[in-house]
């Protein structure tokens, strides 16, 4: 059983930056892929970014490919996104997920365990 808890999230203006934290109890947090997804009000939730239990290999969506960054740390139990240059499209409640396995997936369904979300907004 893993427990997600993300944090880190605001309201910043056009251009600017966030670093989002997603904190995993659990003692085998290393031997889990990792993903962040997003939900903007009125639209399914999307697939952001995601890490391979190593770190190893990184995907990312296109619409934030370049402004963000997937990072873990294993040894805290905590995966990262790095949030550049966001754009008020960025505007949703951004969910941490895990999947035991190195291999990640960009389907949601991959993926057993969820965090609660934290809301992003982004203003013009």
């Known amino acids: 059983q893993v427990q997600l808890v993300e944090s880190g999230g605001g309201l910043v203006q056009a251009g600017g930056s966030l670093r989002l934290s997603c904190a995993a109890s659990?003692?085998?947090?290393?031997?889990?892929?990792m993903a962040w997804f997003r939900q903007a009000p009125g639209k399914e939730r999307e697939f952001v970014a995601a890490?391979?239990?190593?770190?190893?290999?990184?995907y990312y969506a296109d619409s934030v490919k370049g402004r963000f960054t997937i990072s873990r740390y294993n040894a805290k139990n905590t995966v990262y996104l790095q949030m550049n240059s966001l754009k008020p499209e960025d505007t949703a409640v951004y969910y941490c997920?895990?999947?035991?396995?190195?291999?990640?997936?960009?389907?949601?369904?991959?993926?057993?365990?969820w965090g609660q979300g934290t809301q992003v907004t982004v203003s013009s």
């Open positions: 890490i391979t239990w190593s770190g190893g290999s990184t």
């Open positions: 659990g003692r085998t947090f290393s031997m889990y892929a």
């Open positions: 997920a895990a999947r035991a396995g190195s291999t990640y997936y960009l389907r949601q369904n991959e993926y057993n365990y």
